[in-house]
């Protein structure tokens, strides 16, 4: 024993317990089995009550690595026995371990090594959450973007993400003097001790890395009767504790002078914090949400203005209306914070924007907040809104229940006088399992609601199998004159009460349930749960429970895990790969088969299907297959054969085809066979650098470039519309010669054959009509591409000009459409409506191009496209610098070969477009010279030499 003492352990871990004897254990053998044997644990008993100190004695006389402690009282929290424990700790360096969890078997190898290498005083590694009462083995990374790779820092203000997102103290190892010389312990007697000890200790230390390896298991239990301390939100006393932690941390940076990392902490607090509480008011009393707004409004409105621009629009809305104690509009708010997607207000519709609601708009600050145009409600159909879905009545019967509701109809979008219609459906929440529908008997516009009641006889109509299905969701369906909405019934808690039950008669008989009884959901819907109430019931519940720990039981679920397993494995990538590959090898090749793919899958549009549309109107005897991505297809052919972007029967429809026809690519993975032509139309000439003269592709590793010249070596053939395609993606993407198909772009034959004949395109025409614009002034097209954020992903489209500025100046002149990368989305405010259109959805780009007499852009390909019709352009290129040094790189210079103006600024723009017949007349012959040297292929006969050289002239596929 003396000998262990003079060998100082590398970590000591302490283990902190309070009433968990049975989990104990497991926590500690978690330290006892790290690869790093030098390590020693301290476990601090925080005077339980239920044995976990004689466990822990009990542990500790098995090893001499354990020892064991127990505090003279309870303390009321986690921080005065991890105190107490780092008090008497051995080790150079500490890590905390909470008795529910448990460390993964390298993390305090992993901790030391990164410690000792850097010299940090403070290491914090990668957490993962897992929900032990998952079926699905569910688990989550926290914050894993602060991880993804090792990173050393010299100073908390380097990366201020970590000091208000990660405020574990247990994903973490401290150098032991380091908390020593700093005086850093936890707070006593107050809940979220976390939180300040971890801001504490980041600003005290002088280094601290971060590594990306998993050290933490936090073993989460969300069905558990007894909340741990982070969820019992639902106590008043437990919001106070935490506003205290966040005055006292408020303290210590303001000591420091440390304003940006306040400004930080404080727009978590109203992102993060505060929204945790917001969720669980629809469930809270009144006297709870009075109080709840007092202490809140007393902290928030300290905040300066800036830590409001850092939030959601949502997020904005709920605080302001929370200081404004507006339960009537703060409720549906709330409704839509839990559910991101749904329209939870009326709505208003007032100068030109959309509205939350009409209180308040007197408050300057107010009416910025409550402005929702944004967020596009307005500009959706009825089909493509989730409706807030309002339990108004709910009553029991011997039959069943008797349900009334209330949907909110914003800005009237389900007009007076449609067709109504609705059905309650009652699913199953486990997947795959049954449904019933119930009609409801009455649906009627109501003021700015739709009201509706149904009498839904549960009692004989709903048949549950009675030990699979305990969970049941409703919806309810409304039909619009045809187009379909569906919503979910919102409830709160208080709504329920006094509920009862109703008696069902489930498939397996009585014996396993015979009642179902109502509940509100986390997100605040009604739900139910079956329940046992006949002494039969109870019976055989209460013995089948007791069997589920049984050998056989067991032996069981290990069957049904293994199913499971087995089912998501055969529906991973690497599965569906693999059997794609045998699929190639043993099925036969389907003459005449195509498979048509554009953009991934997500529109029918372009040069593929200018070729489908070309062997349709020759009617050549073609199976033609269209791929589709998302959920359900949008704007495809109702005659065509639809398959789902890596479903099974879209593998199928690859392995056998004769011909690939896209203008992106394949998935990477799939391997071609030699007897199918792939048939690579492309989507675009290229300003911006691509393939292999991109930077990240040089710099790629050996086998990752390989790869992805495998997945280019698959196209049998090219489409390029000119030499400088042939100089540029040609070469970029290494493909030979031979494989050119030197026929210009199919999807371009409409343009080139529309400046041919100096008329507008009957597409063109049918669009106008469509879309209401008028012939008589002319169209101006703003077609921008998409820009990146420094991670690389695609950053939000923000208009670089003002618009309704534009329809102020412009709109009685011209018609502006608005069509972004497919990439982005945009949502225009109805001040603008009928002076400005959005086109982005429109699935094929050529009607569009021929409905505009001029065109704005910047680096986009379409100034290649457009250059055919000889109409001008203009190059708003507002972010020239920034473009070109975080691009990755141009073949030519814009500047200097643009066929039209090219400016930098809103009132550039404006001052070129006053003028129409002066930019059309100045720009002639640069065009034709544009559109000779980037589009010399495009000859308007694409398709039509596509389909004869690989289908026949006469109709006959080759």
Request: charged share 25%; hydrophobic share 40%; glycine share 6%.
């Given at each position: 024993?003396?000998?262990?003492?003079?060998?100082?352990?590398?970590?000591?871990?302490?283990?902190?317990?309070?009433?968990?004897?049975?989990?104990?254990?497991?926590?500690?053998?978690?330290?006892?089995?790290?690869?790093?044997?030098?390590?020693?644990?301290?476990?601090?008993?925080?005077?339980?009550?239920?044995?976990?100190?004689?466990?822990?004695?009990?542990?500790?006389?098995?090893?001499?690595?354990?020892?064991?402690?127990?505090?003279?009282?309870?303390?009321?929290?986690?921080?005065?026995?991890?105190?107490?424990?780092?008090?008497?700790?051995?080790?150079?360096?500490?890590?905390?371990?909470?008795?529910?969890?448990?460390?993964?078997?390298?993390?305090?190898?992993?901790?030391?090594?990164?410690?000792?290498?850097?010299?940090?005083?403070?290491?914090?590694?990668?957490?993962?959450?897992?929900?032990?009462?998952?079926?699905?083995?569910?688990?989550?990374?926290?914050?894993?973007?602060?991880?993804?790779?090792?990173?050393?820092?010299?100073?908390?203000?380097?990366?201020?993400?970590?000091?208000?997102?990660?405020?574990?103290?247990?994903?973490?190892?401290?150098?032991?003097?380091?908390?020593?010389?700093?005086?850093?312990?936890?707070?006593?007697?107050?809940?979220?001790?976390?939180?300040?000890?971890?801001?504490?200790?980041?600003?005290?230390?002088?280094?601290?890395?971060?590594?990306?390896?998993?050290?933490?298991?936090?073993?989460?239990?969300?069905?558990?009767?007894?909340?741990?301390?982070?969820?019992?939100?639902?106590?008043?006393?437990?919001?106070?504790?935490?506003?205290?932690?966040?005055?006292?941390?408020?303290?210590?940076?303001?000591?420091?002078?440390?304003?940006?990392?306040?400004?930080?902490?404080?727009?978590?607090?109203?992102?993060?914090?505060?929204?945790?509480?917001?969720?669980?008011?629809?469930?809270?009393?009144?006297?709870?949400?009075?109080?709840?707004?007092?202490?809140?409004?007393?902290?928030?409105?300290?905040?300066?203005?800036?830590?409001?621009?850092?939030?959601?629009?949502?997020?904005?809305?709920?605080?302001?209306?929370?200081?404004?104690?507006?339960?009537?509009?703060?409720?549906?708010?709330?409704?839509?914070?839990?559910?991101?997607?749904?329209?939870?207000?009326?709505?208003?519709?007032?100068?030109?924007?959309?509205?939350?609601?009409?209180?308040?708009?007197?408050?300057?600050?107010?009416?910025?907040?409550?402005?929702?145009?944004?967020?596009?409600?307005?500009?959706?159909?009825?089909?493509?809104?989730?409706?807030?879905?309002?339990?108004?009545?709910?009553?029991?019967?011997?039959?069943?229940?008797?349900?009334?509701?209330?949907?909110?109809?914003?800005?009237?979008?389900?007009?007076?006088?449609?067709?109504?219609?609705?059905?309650?459906?009652?699913?199953?929440?486990?997947?795959?399992?049954?449904?019933?529908?119930?009609?409801?008997?009455?649906?009627?516009?109501?003021?700015?609601?739709?009201?509706?009641?149904?009498?839904?006889?549960?009692?004989?109509?709903?048949?549950?199998?009675?030990?699979?299905?305990?969970?049941?969701?409703?919806?309810?369906?409304?039909?619009?004159?045809?187009?379909?909405?569906?919503?979910?019934?919102?409830?709160?808690?208080?709504?329920?009460?006094?509920?009862?039950?109703?008696?069902?008669?489930?498939?397996?008989?009585?014996?396993?349930?015979?009642?179902?009884?109502?509940?509100?959901?986390?997100?605040?819907?009604?739900?139910?749960?079956?329940?046992?109430?006949?002494?039969?019931?109870?019976?055989?519940?209460?013995?089948?429970?007791?069997?589920?720990?049984?050998?056989?039981?067991?032996?069981?679920?290990?069957?049904?895990?293994?199913?499971?397993?087995?089912?998501?494995?055969?529906?991973?990538?690497?599965?569906?790969?693999?059997?794609?590959?045998?699929?190639?090898?043993?099925?036969?090749?389907?003459?005449?088969?195509?498979?048509?793919?554009?953009?991934?899958?997500?529109?029918?549009?372009?040069?593929?299907?200018?070729?489908?549309?070309?062997?349709?109107?020759?009617?050549?005897?073609?199976?033609?297959?269209?791929?589709?991505?998302?959920?359900?297809?949008?704007?495809?052919?109702?005659?065509?054969?639809?398959?789902?972007?890596?479903?099974?029967?879209?593998?199928?429809?690859?392995?056998?085809?004769?011909?690939?026809?896209?203008?992106?690519?394949?998935?990477?993975?799939?391997?071609?066979?030699?007897?199918?032509?792939?048939?690579?139309?492309?989507?675009?000439?290229?300003?911006?650098?691509?393939?292999?003269?991109?930077?990240?592709?040089?710099?790629?590793?050996?086998?990752?470039?390989?790869?992805?010249?495998?997945?280019?070596?698959?196209?049998?053939?090219?489409?390029?519309?000119?030499?400088?395609?042939?100089?540029?993606?040609?070469?970029?993407?290494?493909?030979?010669?031979?494989?050119?198909?030197?026929?210009?772009?199919?999807?371009?034959?409409?343009?080139?054959?529309?400046?041919?004949?100096?008329?507008?395109?009957?597409?063109?025409?049918?669009?106008?009509?469509?879309?209401?614009?008028?012939?008589?002034?002319?169209?101006?097209?703003?077609?921008?591409?998409?820009?990146?954020?420094?991670?690389?992903?695609?950053?939000?489209?923000?208009?670089?000009?003002?618009?309704?500025?534009?329809?102020?100046?412009?709109?009685?002149?011209?018609?502006?459409?608005?069509?972004?990368?497919?990439?982005?989305?945009?949502?225009?405010?109805?001040?603008?409506?009928?002076?400005?259109?959005?086109?982005?959805?429109?699935?094929?780009?050529?009607?569009?191009?021929?409905?505009?007499?001029?065109?704005?852009?910047?680096?986009?390909?379409?100034?290649?496209?457009?250059?055919?019709?000889?109409?001008?352009?203009?190059?708003?290129?507002?972010?020239w610098d920034a473009y070109v040094e975080n691009s990755r790189g141009t073949y030519f210079d814009l500047k200097e070969q643009a066929p039209g103006p090219v400016v930098a600024t809103e009132d550039e723009l404006f001052a070129v477009l006053a003028d129409l017949n002066a930019l059309t007349s100045a720009g002639k012959e640069r065009l034709e010279q544009f559109r000779t040297k980037y589009g010399e292929y495009d000859?308007?006969?694409?398709?039509?030499?596509?389909?004869?050289?690989?289908?026949?002239?006469?109709?006959?596929?080759?």
């Open positions: 024993m003396a000998q262990h003492h003079d060998i100082p352990p590398d970590m000591s871990v302490v283990v902190i317990v309070y009433n968990d004897a049975e989990r104990l254990p497991a926590a500690v053998r978690s330290v006892l089995g790290q690869t790093l044997q030098n390590v020693e644990v301290v476990i601090a008993d925080d005077h339980s009550t239920d044995g976990s100190y004689e466990v822990a004695q009990q542990l500790a006389s098995h090893s001499t690595r354990v020892r064991a402690i127990q505090l003279a009282e309870n303390s009321g929290g986690c921080g005065e026995p991890r105190n107490q424990g780092v008090a008497i700790a051995r080790g150079r360096y500490v890590m905390f371990l909470d008795s529910d969890d448990t460390l993964e078997v390298n993390a305090c190898r992993n901790m030391l090594l990164a410690a000792e290498r850097t010299g940090a005083d403070l290491v914090s590694g990668l957490c993962l959450r897992v929900h032990t009462d998952s079926r699905s083995g569910k688990s989550a990374r926290w914050y894993p973007w602060l991880y993804r790779h090792t990173r050393t820092y010299e100073s908390i203000a380097e990366i201020p993400d970590l000091l208000v997102f990660d405020t574990l103290s247990t994903n973490k190892c401290y150098r032991r003097e380091f908390l020593a010389e700093n005086k850093l312990t936890f707070p006593r007697g107050i809940h979220y001790e976390d939180l300040l000890f971890s801001a504490r200790a980041y600003l005290a230390a002088s280094r601290i890395t971060l590594i990306p390896n998993t050290v933490y298991y936090w073993n989460v239990v969300e069905k558990s009767e007894a909340k741990s301390i982070s969820n019992r939100r639902h106590e008043i006393n437990n919001f106070a504790d935490r506003l205290e932690i966040h005055r006292r941390i408020d303290r210590i940076l303001g000591e420091e002078g440390r304003d940006e990392l306040k400004l930080h902490k404080d727009v978590k607090f109203l992102k993060h914090d505060l929204v945790l509480y917001l969720r669980e008011l629809p469930f809270l009393d009144d006297e709870y949400r009075h109080r709840f707004a007092e202490m809140a409004r007393g902290y928030i409105d300290t905040f300066a203005e800036e830590a409001y621009a850092g939030l959601s629009p949502i997020q904005r809305l709920c605080a302001y209306l929370l200081r404004c104690e507006d339960w009537d509009h703060l409720m549906p708010a709330i409704d839509t914070l839990i559910n991101k997607t749904k329209v939870s207000s009326p709505l208003l519709e007032r100068d030109g924007r959309v509205y939350w609601c009409a209180e308040h708009l007197y408050d300057p600050l107010g009416r910025t907040v409550l402005d929702v145009t944004d967020l596009g409600y307005h500009a959706k159909p009825v089909q493509r809104l989730n409706l807030r879905n309002t339990v108004t009545r709910y009553t029991e019967n011997p039959a069943g229940v008797t349900l009334a509701g209330s949907l909110v109809n914003p800005l009237g979008v389900i007009a007076h006088g449609a067709r109504l219609s609705a059905e309650l459906e009652f699913r199953a929440r486990r997947k795959s399992l049954q449904s019933f529908r119930f009609a409801v008997q009455t649906v009627r516009h109501e003021g700015e609601s739709v009201s509706w009641q149904a009498a839904v006889p549960l009692a004989g109509k709903l048949r549950p199998v009675g030990l699979v299905d305990d969970v049941w969701d409703v919806r309810m369906h409304l039909t619009v004159d045809g187009e379909r909405t569906v919503s979910r019934l919102t409830v709160g808690r208080t709504d329920l009460e006094g509920a009862g039950e109703v008696r069902v008669r489930p498939r397996l008989s009585r014996m396993m349930a015979d009642r179902i009884v109502p509940h509100a959901s986390a997100n605040g819907h009604l739900a139910f749960r079956l329940a046992q109430r006949g002494r039969l019931a109870r019976r055989t519940s209460a013995f089948v429970l007791e069997n589920l720990h049984s050998p056989p039981a067991r032996m069981a679920k290990k069957i049904v895990h293994k199913v499971a397993s087995v089912r998501k494995s055969l529906n991973s990538g690497p599965r569906k790969i693999a059997t794609f590959e045998r699929m190639v090898r043993v099925l036969p090749i389907r003459k005449g088969t195509v498979v048509f793919e554009s953009h991934l899958g997500k529109q029918y549009s372009d040069s593929p299907r200018a070729v489908y549309e070309e062997l349709r109107r020759r009617g050549v005897p073609v199976k033609a297959v269209w791929s589709y991505a998302g959920s359900r297809p949008v704007g495809f052919p109702a005659d065509v054969k639809l398959v789902q972007r890596w479903s099974w029967p879209y593998l199928k429809a690859l392995a056998q085809a004769e011909f690939w026809i896209d203008n992106q690519g394949f998935p990477l993975k799939l391997s071609k066979r030699p007897e199918t032509t792939y048939i690579q139309t492309w989507h675009g000439s290229a300003l911006k650098r691509m393939g292999f003269d991109e930077p990240k592709y040089r710099i790629m590793p050996e086998h990752e470039q390989r790869a992805y010249q495998q997945a280019i070596d698959r196209f049998d053939h090219f489409v390029v519309r000119g030499e400088h395609d042939e100089r540029t993606l040609a070469r970029a993407y290494r493909i030979p010669e031979e494989k050119l198909l030197r026929t210009g772009y199919p999807r371009n034959d409409a343009l080139v054959r529309a400046r041919e004949s100096a008329s507008h395109a009957q597409a063109a025409q049918e669009l106008a009509e469509r879309l209401g614009i008028r012939r008589d002034r002319p169209v101006v097209l703003y077609a921008p591409t998409f820009r990146t954020q420094d991670d690389g992903k695609v950053r939000k489209f923000e208009f670089p000009f003002d618009v309704e500025e534009f329809a102020q100046r412009f709109g009685n002149r011209y018609t502006l459409l608005i069509r972004t990368h497919y990439l982005n989305e945009v949502t225009l405010p109805p001040s603008v409506a009928g002076r400005v259109v959005n086109v982005s959805e429109e699935p094929d780009i050529a009607p569009v191009l021929l409905l505009s007499d001029v065109l704005i852009t910047d680096y986009s390909s379409v100034m290649f496209d457009y250059a055919l019709l000889q109409r001008p352009m203009v190059f708003y290129t507002y972010d000859r308007g006969d694409a398709a039509a030499r596509i389909v004869d050289r690989f289908f026949g002239p006469g109709g006959a596929v080759r």
